[in-house]
């Protein structure tokens, strides 16, 4: 053996070698393709194999519902129920009326301590009467002319104007539209007892007629 095939067969040995493997790695791979495929093959023909599935997430429990604002519960308001209409109560009996004054007849004026000249149509009415007192009144056809006071302590004067004094009596002059009237007289009698007479007419000509009459009016 020379030097030259001695520098010369380590290559061809390498190059056997390499040669050698490409005609077995194919082999190899298709073998290891097989054995691959049968693995497959024997999962695939092998009993059924039960999976287990992760059980599923329950649920987040939802947050409570927020609470609703408390109301207060409304107020029923009954309606009053209208009072029953009362039975009509008996009537009560009403009072009679006063009877109409009555005017003193000429016997009664009689008796009276003092006298008076009534005109035609003219009555002497009895009115409040005390103790220690009484009061008459002149009337015609329903309207007042002139009062007659008799007891102590009259309201002497009532009226304004010129006192004069004639015979034990005291009266009020006055003058009115033109015309001179006597409005008051006043007598003083005995135990302290006063005459006063005064005129109590509205009208002009019933003022003229109550003042003619209290002129004949004198303790008896």
Do not use: C, K
């Not at 693995?39 to 927020?66: H, K, Q, Y």
């Not at 000249?117 to 056809?141: H, K, N, Q, T």
Request: glycine content about 8%; aromatic content about 4%.
């Amino acid at each position: 053996m020379n030097a030259l095939d001695l520098l010369t067969r380590p290559h061809a040995l390498v190059g056997l070698g390499l040669a050698v493997g490409l005609v077995f790695a194919p082999a190899a791979v298709l073998a290891q393709d097989a054995d691959g495929d049968d693995i497959t093959r024997d999962l695939n023909s092998g009993p059924p194999v039960a999976i287990a599935t992760p059980p599923a997430p329950e649920p987040e429990p939802e947050a409570e519902a927020e609470a609703a604002p408390e109301t207060e519960p409304a107020v029923v308001v009954e309606a009053e129920a209208e009072p029953a209409e009362a039975p009509a109560e008996a009537a009560e009996p009403t009072a009679p009326p006063e009877p109409e004054p009555v005017a003193l007849t000429v016997s009664e004026r009689l008796v009276l301590p003092f006298r008076v000249a009534m005109p035609e149509g003219a009555g002497l009415y009895p009115g409040r009467s005390g103790p220690e007192f009484d009061i008459f009144s002149v009337r015609r056809e329903g309207r007042g002319l002139l009062m007659i006071y008799v007891g102590p302590q009259s309201q002497f004067p009532i009226y304004s104007g010129e006192q004069r004094e004639r015979a034990g009596r005291r009266s009020i002059i006055v003058t009115e539209n033109g015309r001179t009237l006597a409005l008051e007289h006043l007598y003083r009698l005995r135990d302290g007892v006063e005459l006063h007479v005064w005129v109590s007419a509205v009208s002009d000509e019933d003022r003229a007629l109550a003042d003619a009459i209290g002129q004949t009016v004198e303790p008896r």
